[in-house]
């Protein structure tokens, strides 16, 4: 069974602050998604990884996918409360619809 | 373009009744892929349909069952409802996937609550 971990599950900071999360599998994913969620909402997503290695920024927020294409890690630079929200890390097979997703990390970042 | 929509967004059911819910994709999406989320389990994969046939099955009873039509939308059931199968149910839609990419777009959600 595949499963990812993701930590820390919960993240509590100050505006200003940085911040990483990470998602880690004993499995081998053909392509890793980050996606944030609002309550009562569904996720969005924010970035798509498939080479091990790869790195991708957007904006504030860097992703890299391991060489092994086993773990994640999302960096966060300089939090801002817009930034508050369920993080979700989801690990996919070659083909087909079905993602293993990570438990989430609840970040609240304080004004 | 318009995104993933999902129908009845609340619903309020007793236990033994059966629902259903309704998705439909982003246009020009194949592929629906259906979700559970809850507090403890997170999110977790129901099953997955593409060209109206199911091509990914999660660990779910029999009572979780759902189709596709000929037009992409898709529609899940759960019959006997039980309390444990209140939950927010998450619909998500991708394009014929490229290789090793499975980017998948998610509804806002139907919220069920089973008393």
């Known amino acids: 069974t595949q499963l990812l971990e993701q930590s820390p599950q919960f993240l509590s900071i100050q505006e200003g602050e940085n911040l990483t999360v990470y998602c880690n599998s004993s499995s081998v994913f053909s392509s890793l998604q980050w996606y944030r969620q609002e309550p009562g909402e569904g996720p969005v997503l924010l970035v798509t990884v498939v080479t091990g290695g790869e790195v991708k920024k957007l904006k504030r927020l860097t992703f890299q996918f391991g060489d092994a294409r086993k773990d994640s890690s999302l960096h966060i630079t300089a939090a801002q409360p817009g930034d508050t929200g369920l993080y979700l890390c989801?690990?996919?097979?070659?083909?087909?619809?079905?993602?293993?997703f990570g438990q989430g990390t609840e970040l609240s970042v304080k004004p | 373009k318009a995104g993933v929509t999902q129908t009845p967004r609340y619903l309020i059911k007793t236990r033994g009744q059966q629902v259903t819910l309704s998705c439909s994709p982003i246009s020009g999406h194949r592929s629906v892929s259906w979700y559970q989320q809850t507090p403890g389990q997170g999110l977790q994969f129901l099953f997955e349909?593409?060209?109206?046939?199911?091509?990914n099955k999660g660990n779910f009873p029999g009572r979780f069952s759902g189709r596709q039509f000929s037009n992409s939308r898709s529609e899940m059931n759960v019959s006997t409802l039980e309390l444990g199968d209140s939950a927010l149910y998450l619909c998500a839609s991708s394009a014929v996937a490229l290789a090793g990419g499975n980017e998948q777009f998610f509804g806002p959600g139907t919220r069920l609550t089973v008393l």
């Open positions: 349909y593409f060209s109206e046939t199911q091509r």
């Open positions: 989801a690990g996919g097979e070659n083909q087909g619809g079905k993602l293993i």
